[in-house]
């Protein structure tokens, strides 16, 4: 039995989910509106502030897609609710960022300054010169994103040096030793 696939959903107040056909799933919420195709085999079932996610049959397809739909939706309404974060440091001598408008513009030891742009509903922030904040309501996009800003100057082992998420510990390793006459 899939343990999470079991657990029920709940709505918190503020959050509208609107299940269409084929499994269509609107959710709306202070944050934004979500919507998303999920597997049409799938189950969804509404009752009032709660949702049950169940499988047709205990195939192995079933059984695999009912915790991924589970998980899918529960995302949806944490995220359309809450949102999501994620958090990311730069590290070296003359790396920064700053936010211009709607674009983040980083120094990170190019002869240029890298510029991304904020896409969608992600929202970038810059509390300090070496933090960079990125939120939304979808998980998948705001991971991506971050991912792509990681890209730019990932942290390198010797120094570490370069942009890493706020928990992420780099492994260091040890420099070129002098020779021995």
Do not use: C, W
């Not at 919507?35 to 949702?51: F, R, S, V, Y």
């Not at 897609?65 to 003359?94: A, C, D, Y």
């Not at 240029?112 to 998980?139: R, W």
């Amino acid at each position: 039995m899939s343990r999470i696939g079991n657990m029920p959903i709940t709505v918190p107040s503020g959050v509208t989910v609107t299940v269409g056909a084929n499994n269509e799933v609107t959710v709306k919420g202070p944050k934004g509106e979500l919507k998303q195709n999920l597997p049409a085999d799938i189950i969804i079932e509404q009752n009032g502030e709660t949702i049950d996610v169940k499988r047709p049959s205990e195939s192995k397809q079933h059984k695999s897609l009912h915790g991924l739909t589970r998980t899918l939706l529960n995302n949806m309404i944490v995220g359309t609710s809450e949102g999501f974060k994620k958090e990311l440091q730069i590290n070296g001598v003359g790396y920064r960022a700053a936010k211009q408008g709607n674009k983040l513009v980083m120094n990170l030891g190019y002869s240029h300054q890298v510029e991304m742009e904020e896409t969608g509903n992600i929202t970038i922030e810059v509390p300090q010169p070496n933090t960079i904040i990125i939120s939304g309501p979808d998980k998948q996009k705001v991971g991506q994103f971050a991912a792509e800003v990681r890209e730019k100057r990932p942290p390198e082992p010797y120094k570490g040096k370069g942009i890493k998420y706020i928990d992420e510990r780099i492994i260091r390793k040890e420099g070129k030793t002098g020779s021995k006459k």
